[in-house]
């Protein structure tokens, strides 16, 4: 429960309920907070996932891989049984493989944090185009008032 009361539930669905709230009560200080905070939560799940680092490793897990959630390749390690049994050619599509690994396991779990992240938001967690559900609120207004309501509170 936040300070008004309210459940905060995170995600793009909690920040369209704030602004729902925040617009029905004319945009008080406490509505406008729990705005900030539903957006500040939002914006700290996605960082999380972007600023952790993945890992995949090789099937044999002989060559281990960790990337960032960009895939930038941070480091490989290859263990004393890949260096001693395996030749160049297949040491070499051992380190792909990890790659690979490791960046399919940070590009899943950038989409499920997204996923997550707008699930309930009036579209099920589906891409845009994605059999859309009919808008049930239209946050464009809302923001605008938002934004006014923040500028006369300085």
Not at 125 to 151: F, I, M
């Amino acid at each position: 429960m936040n300070e008004t009361g309210s459940a905060v539930s995170g995600g793009l669905a909690g920040f369209q309920r704030a602004l729902q709230e925040a617009e029905r009560v004319a945009f008080t200080e406490q509505s406008v907070r729990r705005v900030r905070q539903e957006v500040d939560d939002l914006v700290s799940q996605i960082d999380k996932a972007r600023n952790a680092t993945y890992e995949g490793a090789d099937e044999a897990r002989l060559v281990v891989a960790r990337v960032t959630a960009d895939g930038e390749l941070l480091d490989v390690h290859l263990t004393p049984h890949a260096i001693r049994d395996l030749d160049a050619a297949a040491l070499g599509l051992a380190c792909v493989a990890a790659v690979v690994s490791a960046r399919l396991r940070a590009g899943t779990a950038i989409a499920e944090c997204v996923a997550e992240t707008i699930a309930g938001a009036g579209n099920g967690g589906r891409p845009a185009g994605c059999e859309p559900s009919p808008p049930t609120y239209d946050p464009a207004g809302a923001l605008q008032a938002v934004r006014e309501a923040a500028r006369r509170m300085r």
